[in-house]
């Protein structure tokens, strides 16, 4: 029994350690140094940020390092001559532009006139329809027979001409006429000759009762009738002292006729319907 006390005396007492505290024999090592970042290098910049806009001026931006802001190139200094070229150029280009744009409607005018509408042109040479008509008007004659009072036709006159006449309507089928001397009175209301007294007296004719003086070619054909005949007309020029009209040849027939002048087209500054 007391053997076996010496034997647990004799074992060393193992001492409770505590954890948290640090051994004293051992030294303090030092802590490791912090990674130092490394700085990227231009080469592996994204070369999109380097464009990014860096402050709220949207005309500022970063270029690259090394490379330099493109340079404005200055405008040559135009001569003269360059400017006076680049104008003419501009403005047949304006031209060719108008042309483009109003060839489809001049083809269709055309068309509408001369083919749906049954017109002509024709240039006026002379001054016998002073003021309604000047020399070299251009104009569109509807072609038609179905004539009224005071309308302006074109017709081939009755005596040797090459050109075509342009006149006025005075008389028409069915208006009665006489001639005293060289005079010829026509009235479209009367319905027969008046008396002998009243043909003799200006201030006692009919109502509506226009008076002429007639060629003696025309008072041939005219004396002998009393009414227009049937498709045959009275025509004046609106300028009397200068007009070559039934006055000289007589009454016009109707088939030599070929319609009314409806239109002028030029000169651009008297474009309008004729009446």
Request: glycine share 4%; no cysteine; hydrophobic share 30%.
């Amino acid at each position: 029994m007391d053997e076996m006390k010496d034997e647990r005396l004799k074992r060393p007492t193992k001492k409770k350690t505590n954890h948290s505290e640090k051994p004293k024999n051992r030294k303090s090592q030092p802590s490791a140094p912090k990674k130092k970042r490394r700085k990227p290098r231009e080469q592996d910049r994204n070369p999109e940020d380097s464009l990014r806009v860096k402050s709220d001026r949207e005309d500022t931006a970063v270029l690259p390092k090394g490379k330099m802001p493109p340079r404005k190139k200055k405008r040559k200094k135009l001569t003269k001559e360059e400017i006076e070229k680049r104008r003419k150029k501009k403005r047949k280009d304006n031209i060719i532009e108008i042309i483009k744009f109003m060839l489809p409607v001049v083809i269709f005018a055309i068309i509408v006139f001369f083919f749906i509408l049954n017109t002509s042109p024709h240039m006026v040479d002379g001054d016998s329809m002073n003021p309604t008509l000047l020399n070299k008007d251009r104009v569109i004659v509807r072609r038609t027979k179905d004539l009224q009072r005071y309308e302006v036709i074109t017709f081939k006159p009755p005596v040797d001409s090459e050109y075509q006449y342009v006149k006025r309507i005075i008389g028409m089928p069915g208006d009665t006429i006489w001639t005293e001397g060289s005079d010829l009175f026509i009235n479209h209301q009367a319905d027969e000759l008046p008396d002998v007294s009243e043909l003799s007296a200006a201030t006692e004719l009919p109502d509506g009762t226009i008076k002429v003086n007639i060629s003696e070619k025309a008072l041939e054909q005219l004396s002998q009738l009393d009414k227009i005949p049937d498709n045959h007309y009275f025509v004046l020029g609106d300028n009397r002292n200068n007009s070559s009209d039934s006055r000289a040849f007589g009454l016009v027939d109707g088939q030599a006729v070929e319609g009314v002048v409806s239109f002028r087209y030029a000169p651009f500054d008297h474009i309008g319907w004729i009446k």
